[in-house]
């Protein structure tokens, strides 16, 4: 996997067994807390790993910090960083850090998968099920609780969703048959979905099914979006059709998540062969949407309805 698609990740083959997969991602706090800040920010730059299929394997810390801010907050970020490490089962080797007004955190992270059994993120079929592994909507709650429109117990079901690793659903998933992978991040639902997509395919979703965090839909009925979100509208909400119109769903497609679920495209036997298992997890897997041939040329990519 290289620069000739918008994979997760780069795979390197070692040996016809094994390939190394390497990816990094960091960004500013999105949440006041340091510590989870630490949390969120690992468990966002670990999920590519999980997206293509592989385990993780090391980790190093990127680490950007004011010289004359208090060190202890840092000691939080890096503490609640190298507990997920821990957690995905990977060993945090050291890192580099700078100096810089704005903090910043994340990971470098190296994987491992056997080259035969790489997820790429567009390699759908006409017939697919579209699989969801966690809810939506953890950008519009986060932003509306820094503005105080939105309760504490909304906003840690939030921070539940971006601190649950995508390790337990990728064990299970890896299991079964699947045709392409990806994980939900900046460019929301509709951007990664339609990424997965290519020219070739379409995808006809219906709304009743998608998992919301329960605080979202409110938050979006009263227009307490993101400056991300109307980024996304403005790139892809031409390739979108709502029928009908629902204001509230469509800000929940574009919707940026941090550290959101992954989105698999299967078989729908090779669902039911992993179905019962699911309800184990975390977060129960939504059935959303289905992919089809595309419709035409002129026609919206995604359907909703």
Not at 54 to 70: C, K, S
Request: net charge negative; glycine share 10%; proline share 5%.
């Amino acid at each position: 996997m290289g620069y000739d698609s918008s994979d997760d990740a780069a795979v390197y083959r070692l040996s016809e067994s094994q390939a190394i997969i390497q990816t990094l991602d960091f960004f500013p706090p999105m949440v006041e807390d340091p510590y989870l800040f630490g949390q969120i920010a690992a468990t966002n730059a670990l999920s590519d790993v999980w997206a293509m299929g592989g385990e993780v394997l090391t980790a190093m810390n990127i680490v950007a910090y004011p010289d004359r801010q208090d060190l202890s907050a840092l000691g939080e970020i890096l503490r609640g960083g190298a507990e997920k490490v821990q957690e995905a089962g990977g060993i945090l080797c050291g890192g580099h850090s700078i100096h810089d007004p704005i903090p910043k955190y994340g990971l470098s992270v190296t994987g491992l998968v056997h080259p035969d059994r790489i997820f790429t993120n567009n390699a759908v079929e006409a017939g697919d099920v579209l699989m969801l592994t966690k809810p939506l909507g953890s950008g519009i709650i986060s932003t509306a609780y820094s503005a105080g429109e939105t309760t504490e117990e909304a906003f840690l079901q939030a921070v539940r969703s971006m601190t649950t690793l995508n390790k337990y659903a990728s064990d299970l998933f890896r299991t079964a048959t699947v045709h392409a992978c990806t994980d939900i991040t900046g460019f929301g639902l509709a951007g990664h979905l339609l990424e997965m997509l290519g020219e070739r395919f379409g995808a006809v979703l219906e709304k009743r099914r998608l998992p919301i965090l329960p605080e979202a839909r409110r938050c979006a009925q009263e227009f307490l979006v993101t400056a991300g979100g109307q980024k996304n509208r403005n790139v892809f909400s031409g390739h979108i059709t709502f029928a009908p119109k629902d204001f509230v769903i469509e800000e929940l497609m574009f919707d940026p998540q941090t550290s959101g679920g992954l989105l698999y495209a299967m078989p729908e036997d090779a669902w039911r062969s992993i179905e019962a298992q699911a309800v184990h997890l975390p977060f129960v897997p939504a059935l959303i949407g289905r992919v089809v041939e595309q419709f035409s040329q002129e026609a919206s990519r995604i359907v909703v309805i």
